[in-house]
Structures are given as C-alpha cells and as structure tokens.
C-alpha cells in the first residue's frame, strides 16, 4: 500500500513568511510524529499525535510552530514568520502501534529560507 | 528523560569488511531500541527494532544488532558491507507508553573500494 506522503517536497521561501508543510500518513495509523532534520544534525522531535488524545507539542522550537491534524490522518505543520534558522528537511512519521512502534517515515519536505 | 549516544560521527570501512556502529542510551525501563538507515536522497528506513526477548536481533540487509542491558548498549553490526551499505545510521529509543522517540545523532557510513 501507499507509504507516507509529504508535500511540498521543497519549498523555498522568504525570510518572515509563514509555510505549511503537509503529511499523509498510511492509512489506519493512529499515531503522527513530526521530526526536523538540520545539516549535518540528527533527528530533532517537534510534536507527537496520538488518536485522538492532545498532542505532545514539548519539542516544538518556538510558539512559531504549530501544527494540527484533520480527522485523525492528514497532518498540517505551520511555521509562521520563518527564519533562516528554520531552513532544514522536515519529516513526518506514522506508526501502527500506541507507543513506541515502528515509525514509516516520509520523504520528508526540504525547506530553505532565504 | 531518555537519550541516546552515537559516539562516531563519521566511519570509513572498505567494501567487504566488517562493521560495527556503536549507540548508547540512557532510560530508566527497558527501552524499545531501533536502528534506522537512511540513504542519500532517501527517506529513512527501519533495519531492525528490539523490544524483549532474545538479545541478539537480525534486521534486513544482513544487518543485526545485539542488547546488553549491563552496558546500555545496542550495536549494529554487519559482518561483510557492500558499497551500497553507504548511508547514515541513525539509533533510536522509544518509551514504550509514551511513543516519544530520541534519535541519536546519527552516524555516516562511507564505504571504499
């Protein structure tokens, strides 16, 4: 079946303007994780749904990022007033399992903030 | 809070050899340890996971990993690598309740001729 989905898989930006990013999850996967990648960094944890539950926003950088997700699939990262310390691939996750299962990871969405 | 520990950044292996990536974590229960591979261009991939039970986990590609709980250690190894083994390894730990993830800082494999 599909995998995860990601979109726009680039996008380049101004300095100040806000950017969504997109995630579709496989489908009948329950939990949603956003994940930032910098040059040369690992994997930075942003925010974390589960079902229906509230999200664990704990690792979103600043009160810049938001992000929301429809109906239990589609998931929305929002980054308002980007910076250039924002320019990084941002990957989305789904899993099956409550806890700590096997994450399917997208091909992620390259930002760059000029 | 958990963490994890990649302690080589970068590792030089020739094709053919064997290899070994070393990640260290630090949690409180028995963790749910992964090792996830991701190759350029590609998005990552999940080569083995280890939740309980034998310690010693085979993965895809001919990748396994071993658990030692008195060590807090789960390493990769792979006893012969191909050119096409060239790629970033990433650990990972999870909280089994939680589903939070930390991922280490990964490790670049680069493989010579």
């Known amino acids: 079946g599909a995998g995860v989905s990601q979109s726009p898989s680039n996008k380049v930006t101004e300095k100040g303007k806000d950017v969504e990013l997109r995630c579709d999850p496989i489908s009948g996967h329950t939990a949603l994780y956003w994940y930032r990648q910098s040059l040369g960094q690992g994997l930075e944890f942003l925010i974390y749904?589960?079902?229906?539950?509230?999200?664990?926003k704990s690792g979103l950088p600043s009160d810049r990022f938001s992000a929301e997700r429809t109906g239990g699939s589609v998931s929305t990262l929002t980054i308002q007033r980007t910076q250039q310390e924002d320019s990084a691939v941002y990957l989305c996750?789904?899993?099956?399992?409550?806890?700590?299962?096997?994450?399917?990871f997208g091909p992620g969405t390259r930002l760059l903030v000029l | 809070a958990q963490s994890v520990t990649q302690p080589d950044i970068h590792i030089t292996v020739s094709e053919g050899a064997s290899l070994e990536l070393r990640c260290n974590y630090s949690y409180g229960a028995t963790p749910y340890l992964f090792w996830y591979v991701q190759s350029p261009g590609q998005g990552l991939q999940l080569l083995l996971k280890y939740f309980s039970g034998d310690t010693l986990v085979q993965g895809i590609k001919g990748f396994e990993a071993e658990f030692k709980r008195s060590q807090s250690s789960f390493n990769l190894r792979k006893p012969s690598v191909h050119w096409s083994d060239a790629a970033e390894y990433f650990c990972a730990v999870g909280e089994g309740s939680w589903g939070k993830f930390q991922f280490g800082a990964g490790t670049q494999v680069v493989v010579t001729p």
């Open positions: 749904f589960q079902g229906n539950s509230a999200p664990d």
């Open positions: 996750a789904s899993s099956l399992e409550r806890g700590a299962g096997t994450q399917y």
